[in-house]
């Protein structure tokens, strides 16, 4: 999976089109079921085999946050030392997140922004 290094180039990625692989890559790094990360782009899983056939892109919208949640991944990985023990970590009530699970914040940019300050807090030793 590439690193997006910064806002101004996942703009950029963005505006060229965010290929079906980068879903079917976040899929298989992060262990998610197809139809779980197919619900958090608000979209249905056969749209998404669609655009595969189709060798379509993802809209913008779809694909800002599809690589939004990549790069959750990425730290959420760092940060608890495994993809297992951050998934794991996304389905539990946190009081950070008004007893939600993170993973229901992962639905828009704005909730990915919050899980990944949270995310950055624990990194640096504050309690979440």
């Given amino acids: 999976m590439e ?3 910064s806002d101004f180039t996942m ?3 963005v505006d060229r089109g965010v290929h079906v692989s980068k879903f079917d890559q976040l899929l298989q ?3 998610m079921q197809k139809q779980v990360l197919a619900n958090l782009l608000g979209l249905d899983p056969r749209t998404i085999d669609n ?3 189709q060798g379509r892109n993802f809209p913008s919208l779809e694909g800002e946050l599809l690589l939004k949640i990549t790069q959750l991944f990425k730290l959420g990985e760092e940060v608890f030392g495994g993809v297992g023990a951050f998934r794991d970590w996304l ?3 946190s009081k950070a997140f008004d007893q939600r699970k993170p993973m229901t914040f992962l639905r828009t940019s704005t909730g990915a922004a919050l899980v990944q300050q949270a995310l950055l807090r624990i990194a640096h030793g504050y309690a979440v």
């Fill in 3 to 5: 690193n997006i290094v």
């Fill in 11 to 13: 703009v950029y990625q």
């Fill in 29 to 31: 790094h992060s262990g």
């Fill in 51 to 53: 655009y595969r056939k």
């Fill in 91 to 93: 389905d539990v009530s």
